[in-house]
């Protein structure tokens, strides 16, 4: 008969949020049988894989890879702000320096809003889950999603399930987990298929504005990918009010 051992696990910070209210900020016991890979049950308990920057086993730092052993004392923590832990980090490879995203189909205003911002977003609203894993995979792009089961994917490395409901909570959620506030560069991205937009002269597209366009603007950019056309008009400047608290230091 094989044996049955304990370990004591413990979750801090933000991964408290995947837990049940009577399990959070406390140890728990965990019984197993052989040695499993500790990954396996920081996901029993309902945490995704992508929300952990750090596990540490009897006070060292260990890998998903870690075999289980009885009596196991098990830290498990999530991205850290303010401290730098990049030489104890052996759960994945560094996140990108100028990360790209891929979206679910349950954040649409949230990919429109990123791409306002300047960052590379892609999003469909047909999206499956196996779409978004692939493409995060095949692409080196970090999944932002709702759905918290998306996450458990064995092959994605980089996630991170979005809290709030609120579009411009969310956008200050994601700048913040993945300290983006100074690198945005608004107006640079097609709002509706994420292309670049370059400059354009106003005589190679006059055929395609409308007569108050032609008359009161100078300047255009057109998007590289899907041809779609922008100017400094009315709609610009309601987008700079309303999302004035991200685009105030750069607009």
């Known amino acids: 008969m ?26 728990m016991q965990y019984r197993f049988k052989g040695h499993p890979g500790v ?15 750090l596990i540490t086993v009897n006070g060292e730092a260990e890998g998903f890879d870690y075999q289980l052993q009885a009596n196991d004392r098990v830290a498990v923590y999530p991205a850290f702000k303010s401290l730098d832990i990049s030489p104890l980090l052996k759960l994945r490879e560094k996140i990108f320096t100028h990360p790209r995203f891929v979206l679910d189909v349950n954040l649409g205003k949230l990919a429109k809003l990123l791409r306002l911002l300047g960052f590379d977003c892609l999003y469909r609203n047909d999206y499956l889950d196996k779409d978004v894993a692939n493409i995060a995979v095949n692409e080196q792009r970090i999944i932002l999603t709702r759905d918290r089961r998306l996450l458990f994917i064995k092959q994605i490395t980089h996630g991170y399930w979005v809290r709030a409901v609120d579009v411009l909570t969310q956008a200050d959620e994601v700048l913040t987990r993945f300290d983006l506030h100074d690198c945005i560069t608004p107006f640079v991205r097609c709002l509706v298929c994420n ?45 700079t009010q309303r999302y004035a608290e991200f685009l105030k230091v750069k607009v």
């Open 39 to 53: 990954k396996d049950p920081i996901e029993v308990f309902g945490v995704p894989h992508t929300e952990v920057d």
């Open 195 to 239: 292309g670049l937009l370059n400059p354009v002269a106003k005589n190679a597209i006059i055929g395609k504005l409308k007569p108050k366009t032609r008359l009161y603007y100078e300047e255009f950019h057109r998007c590289h990918d899907c041809g779609r056309i922008y100017w400094k008009g009315s709609h610009i400047e309601h987008m």
């Open 2 to 27: 094989t044996s049955e051992y304990r370990a004591e696990f413990r979750f801090y910070g933000t991964l408290n949020d995947f837990l049940p209210q009577s399990q959070r900020k406390q140890t």
